[in-house]
């Protein structure tokens, strides 16, 4: 079990949480690292699910705390954004709870394959239409993708940075830098939602969850750097070949 970790497993998974909230702030997917790696490690995959839900919570303060110094956060977009999403994360972490572990480990394993396979082979997503950026009642379709990406968030988060984006980028039309913004904030929402319904389901391992916590804090910071200077689509084969390799470990353990 995750109590008798050694102190240098430990600083692996800090390591771990710094490079894929990194990833995290520049696109998404970095959540479908540390998942499997705290299985691999020994947490049952709804401990795992709840225990990581700390760490994308000070990652979005962070985050969105050094693009806010950048003036890439758009504000009046954030309330119109939040209620589908927080909405559906309510459900979606209430589900995770309810169903059985033995359960959601495969489920959670292959739909994080799933989004890791999106983000590699679906790049066109996150390249924005011409036109001003809209608000939701101006495309109502987006309110759906935003619903069904909280409620993807409550229930696993791992890979929703993709979701989130897709819906800003490709259907409200904000550019990248923006719409990481505005995916920062609502991952805080949802995050400081599911961690409530988690710890309160008794769901959370708090000596791995604030290794991860701390280190996503570095992780952010240092994610925002290189996104205002490389783009994304450098950081997709390699999400991709990383969740596969800890996906196969989590499984056989």
């Known amino acids: 079990m ?24 520049i696109a998404g997917g970095g959540g479908m690292i540390v998942m499997p790696a705290l299985m691999a490690l020994g947490l049952p995959a709804d401990v795992a699910n709840g225990t990581y839900r700390l760490a994308v919570v000070t990652q979005s303060v962070s985050g969105t705390a050094a693009l806010r110094r950048h003036g890439k956060l758009d504000s009046d977009a954030i309330v119109p954004i939040l209620i589908p999403t927080i909405s559906g994360a309510v459900l979606g972490a209430l589900f995770a709870t309810w169903i059985p572990r033995e359960t959601l480990k495969p489920v959670m394993l292959v ?11 679906r790049k066109e997503t996150l390249i924005p239409k011409e036109g001003p950026p809209l608000r939701p009642k101006d495309a109502p379709r987006s309110i759906a993708g935003l619903f069904l990406s909280g409620v993807y968030a409550g229930f696993i988060q791992a890979g929703v940075g993709f979701l989130l984006l897709a819906v800003l980028v490709g259907t409200l039309r904000h550019d990248f830098v923006q719409a990481n913004a505005l995916k920062l904030v609502v991952t805080l929402a949802f995050g400081v939602v599911a961690l409530a319904i988690f710890t309160w389901a ?19 910071r240092l994610g925002v750097r290189v996104m205002l200077k490389v783009p994304a689509d450098s950081l997709r084969w390699f999400v991709f070949v990383c969740v596969i390799a800890t996906s196969i470990v989590a499984w056989l353990r």
């Open 2 to 25: 995750i109590d008798e970790l050694s102190y240098g497993s430990l600083a692996i998974l800090a390591a771990a949480g710094v490079l894929a909230t990194m990833i995290n702030v």
């Open 111 to 121: 739909t994080m394959v799933f989004m890791a396979a999106l983000i590699a082979f």
């Open 202 to 220: 008794g769901l959370v391992s708090w000596t791995p969850a604030i290794v991860l916590a701390v280190a996503s804090i570095f992780g952010a």
